[in-house]
């Protein structure tokens, strides 16, 4: 079982910047991906990143690219995303998940993932 805690959600205006954080632990090793998800009220969870276990593929939702980056420290068994530019509709809830598939396209589909986080909430005020 793999336990995932994200943080560094918060308050920012629109053009701040923000980083989240997704530590992890337990069975860490039968994670070949991870990825981002936000959800806003009302809708369904949709796919913002996803990066694979050496960090040497990343792949983006065509509505954060450019603005978005995504990382990982295997050491600290950490992922990132790294926000910037943000806009009113990047707001929502952030998970991120781990995913047994290492295929990074077909992990945009929550279904794909194993394990998830409780969230953390991202606002963006106009």
């Known amino acids: 079982q793999v336990q995932l805690v994200e943080s560094g959600g918060g308050l920012v205006q629109t053009g701040g910047s923000l980083r989240l954080s997704c530590a992890a632990s337990?069975?860490?090793?039968?994670?070949?991906?991870m990825g981002w998800f936000r959800q806003a009220p009302g809708k369904e969870r949709e796919f913002v990143a996803a990066?694979?276990?050496?960090?040497?593929?990343?792949d983006y939702a065509s509505s954060v690219e450019g603005r978005f980056t995504v990382s990982r420290d295997n050491v600290k068994n950490t992922v990132y995303l790294q926000m910037n530019s943000l806009k009113p509709e990047d707001a929502g809830v952030y998970y991120c998940?781990?995913?047994?598939?290492?295929?990074?396209?077909?992990?945009?589909?929550?279904?794909?993932?194993?394990?998830w986080g409780q969230g953390t909430q991202v606002t963006v005020s106009s």
């Open positions: 337990g069975r860490i090793f039968t994670m070949n991906a």
């Open positions: 998940g781990g995913a047994v598939r290492s295929d990074l396209i077909a992990i945009r589909t929550p279904t794909q993932y194993d394990s």
């Open positions: 990066i694979n276990w050496s960090g040497t593929a990343t």
